[in-house]
């Protein structure tokens, strides 16, 4: 697709739309992102992507992203905030904050931002970033979906460095992570940053070379995004099916509709994890279905049998109004369609499956890779 450049909020809708669609339940907030580049444009910044190979082997990048989970907090949880006096944002952009502090740290700026994952806010979140420090955003992102862990980005499957790495709260607290035992526990020290801050933090890091930066990168998924997006719009316009729409933008195979009749949910090490229960409406009626998810959907049951597992794509939407539907916004009594379309190319080899398939979630299933044979609906 080459650069491109948004120019209206409709352009910004179809993009939150598909990456949201493409997070797999996860990836953020599509109201923050629809919010991110409603400002933006507002501001009259140029946002947008640039095709990857204009990447050069010694350019350098680094990565930006929300950190934590979107679920809603508890009573005591407010009575804590407010009793800790935590009622108005020292750094309402903190995503632009920890950009800042990571090119202090470094001592130059790198020249792209990376997008670290496919989703509402986690996608919108960097390109806005670009846009107010005057850098570029190449077309692709490191996961090519959402993951609830870092060690499951493509640079981690790589072995590359993610420190030094900074985190920072709205509420106006920084940390720079300078060295760290390994991934996860890296992962581990963000996510209790990220539960001290009630639930979200920014963080920067992943500081690549141009040529590592293109071995890894997931090619050309923004573009992806806007374009699923579209399609999901046009046909509401066109009075067609949406999500026969999503599934033919995808490659993905509609395996089920029905309403979530329950939820069994908490906030898990700072993950938001559990379960979904479905009942069947319309081709599905008389069955039921349940997904695990940890923060984004893993497992997918459809009766007594696995329907689908990661690191195939579970995705989810509202088969009415057209719009994906991420695990923190889903409420009892919703109906929404699932999809699920095959792993991304990066994730189909023996150690990603590793870090992405059930066994990893502690699930007794082997991963056994979906086949789409068929477009649209069945």
Not at 131 to 155: F, H, M, N, S, W
Not at 185 to 207: D, I, S, W, Y
Not at 343 to 355: C, D, G, L, W
Request: aromatic share 8%; glycine share 12%.
């Amino acid at each position: 697709m080459g650069e491109f450049w948004l120019k209206s909020q409709q352009e910004a809708e179809d993009l939150v739309r598909g990456a949201t669609l493409l997070g797999t339940g996860g990836g953020g907030s599509p109201e923050e992102g629809r919010r991110l580049f409603s400002e933006a444009l507002a501001q009259g910044l140029k946002v947008g992507w640039v095709d990857a190979e204009t990447i050069r082997d010694d350019d350098y990048t680094m990565c930006v992203s929300f950190m934590g989970n979107r679920a809603r907090l508890t009573p005591e949880d407010e009575r804590k905030k407010l009793a800790m006096g935590l009622t108005d944002f020292t750094y309402p952009d903190n995503l632009v904050k920890a950009a800042e502090v990571l090119i202090e740290v470094l001592g130059f700026r790198p020249k792209y931002v990376i997008c670290p994952e496919l989703g509402g806010s986690n996608t919108p979140g960097p390109l806005c970033v670009a846009a107010k420090l005057d850098l570029l955003v190449p077309d692709g992102d490191y996961a090519g979906r959402a993951l609830p862990e870092i060690a499951q980005c493509t640079p981690c499957l790589y072995g590359l460095p993610m420190l030094p790495m900074v985190s920072v709260d709205k509420w106006g607290d920084i940390t720079v992570i300078r060295a760290s035992r390994n991934y996860s526990m890296a992962e581990r020290v963000g996510k209790m940053l990220a539960m001290a801050a009630f639930g979200n933090t920014a963080l920067a890091g992943f500081v690549l070379s141009g040529k590592d930066t293109k071995r890894v990168l997931v090619w050309h998924t923004l573009s992806q995004s806007l374009e699923v997006g579209r399609a999901i719009r046009k046909a509401l316009e066109g009075g067609t099916d949406p999500v026969a729409a999503a599934a033919r933008a995808t490659g993905a195979k509609v395996v089920f509709e029905g309403e979530l009749v329950n939820a069994e949910t908490g906030v898990v090490d700072g993950y938001y994890q559990g379960y979904h229960y479905f009942i069947g409406r319309g081709d599905w009626q008389g069955q039921e279905a349940r997904i695990w998810f940890r923060n984004e959907n893993h497992l997918l049951w459809i009766g007594d049998g696995v329907g689908a597992t990661s690191p195939d794509m579970i995705m989810q939407m509202d088969p009415s109004s057209g719009e994906p539907v991420p695990n923190h916004s889903l409420e009892v009594g919703r109906c929404v369609a699932i999809l699920v379309a095959p792993a991304r190319q990066a994730h189909r080899n023996k150690k990603a499956i590793e870090q992405l398939g059930p066994r990893h979630y502690g699930f007794d299933i082997d991963y056994s890779p979906i086949s789409v044979d068929t477009e649209g609906r069945g």
